[in-house]
């Protein structure tokens, strides 16, 4: 068993009140995890005691800036069982880790090729892709859901065609909850010779991630996502295939020699796509991010969750009256998008917020899986491994209260 109060006091905004003095209820995780002081603290002691540029300097200070991000490099390698630490590269979150994915490998795509995505992604991982498409003359396809919120799979198989020239998708539902079938997914697009990217935002706070064993070719997620800094997110990508790529932005640090009028030579990888000063603090201390994760364990937390999760989907049911549950797949991960009747959805955020409960509404960057819907959005909340059964409660309490004033 985890002891849950000892891991509240480790994140001292849980101690916050809010709406007149209400305990706060954080149930937005899906939108951002909150920090536990130990980061924060590895965020100060970066700022206060090894700040200087990384990779430039002689100097003791730049030495150690640049050893503790390349640590997180190594560990965060580790971590999602990469072959090797170049195949990291550290970006702002998993939107830039997409749009340099889809402007970089992408700008080979021939024209008329195809990319599969599905009606389930989030915008970071349909914008791109369009933005591309239209610069370059490719064509979107796209997956479509079955009504429990899984992805039709046989549809997937069957949008392949000689066009195909990437196929990429979500771990994770940020909205459903649903777990895609990656390693499946990625090993049939192989057998097609299609790549494959993951967006991986919402599974690497939940579940043990290994690239190698999915088999993909991209991965990204965000640091804040899983209890780190804000401004920081990961591209794995496999090393053969960033070697061939262009850079994504230019700049210093991803340089080889650069003359002019032309004729600049690149990095080597991962520094040919880490161009100007990177959040250097930030990536230090995710590397403590990971350490508070593995601490208490990833299965110990996603066994958490998941009971949560459970609790809080009975609880409502029985409770609220008219409470429709979008994303119901077994072992879905710890969102529960829902509408009661045919409230508004900001509405009842805005009076649980009154009440003390922070969760999200609207359509969570997920406008086309909204429209497949056909509804214009939901409220969402979801869990962390600091939440607990009173707090499920609480605001299952709150929630039927509201739905009394509709
Ligand atoms: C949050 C999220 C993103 C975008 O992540 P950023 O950190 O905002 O760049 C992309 N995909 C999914 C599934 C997400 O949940």
């Known amino acids: 068993m985890l002891d849950i109060q000892d891991i509240r006091r480790q994140f001292p905004i849980l101690e916050r009140t809010v709406a007149d003095g209400r305990p706060l209820i954080y149930l937005d995780n899906t939108a951002t995890s909150q920090t536990p002081h130990r980061v924060v603290e590895a965020i100060v002691s970066g700022y206060e005691h090894t700040k200087a540029n990384v990779h430039r300097g002689v100097h003791t200070l730049s030495q150690e800036a640049t050893d503790l991000q390349e640590h997180t490099r190594r560990r965060v390698a580790e971590y999602i069982g990469a072959a090797s630490h170049e195949e990291i590269i550290f970006t702002r979150g998993t939107t830039e880790a997409i749009n340099l994915v889809a402007a970089s490998f992408g700008a080979s795509f021939p024209r008329g090729g195809e990319i599969i995505l599905t009606v389930m992604e989030h915008h970071a991982n349909i914008v791109p892709w369009q933005l591309l498409a239209a610069r370059n003359g490719l064509e979107i396809k ?27 998708f979500c771990h994770v539902s940020n909205v459903l909850g649903t777990v895609n079938p990656v390693r499946e997914m990625v090993a049939y697009a192989r057998e097609q010779g299609v790549p494959t990217l993951v967006d991986g935002a919402q599974a690497s706070p939940h579940m043990r991630i290994n690239v190698q064993e999915i088999g993909c070719d991209f991965y990204a997620f965000s640091s804040h996502k899983m209890y780190g800094p804000t401004g920081v997110g990961i591209l794995y990508g496999r090393k053969e295939l960033l070697e061939q790529m262009p850079p994504y932005q230019g700049g210093g640090e991803m340089i080889g020699h650069v003359q002019l009028p032309s004729g600049t030579t690149f990095a080597e990888v991962p520094f040919k796509f880490e161009a100007g000063t990177p959040d250097f603090v930030g990536i230090g201390a995710f ?85 497949r819907l056909g509804i214009p959005g939901t409220v969402r909340a979801s869990f962390a491994v600091y939440n607990t059964r009173a707090e499920v409660d609480e605001f299952v309490k709150a929630l039927k209260r509201v739905a009394s004033m509709f």
């Open 142 to 168: 796209v997956v479509d859901i079955h009504d429990d919120g899984s992805l039709n799979l046989e549809q997937y198989r069957s949008l392949f065609s000689p066009r195909t020239v990437m196929a990429t």
């Open 287 to 371: 590397a403590t991010a990971l350490d508070f994760i593995e601490e208490i364990g990833l299965e110990r937390i996603a066994a958490h969750e998941h009971e949560l999760l459970l609790y809080a989907e009975q609880q409502l049911t029985s409770e609220i009256e008219g409470l429709r549950i979008f994303g119901t797949t077994p072992g879905k991960e710890p969102v529960i998008s829902f509408l009661v009747r045919d409230v508004h959805p900001y509405d009842i955020g805005m009076l649980l917020d009154r009440l003390g409960v922070a969760v999200r509404t609207g359509h969570h960057c997920a406008q086309p899986l909204m429209e």
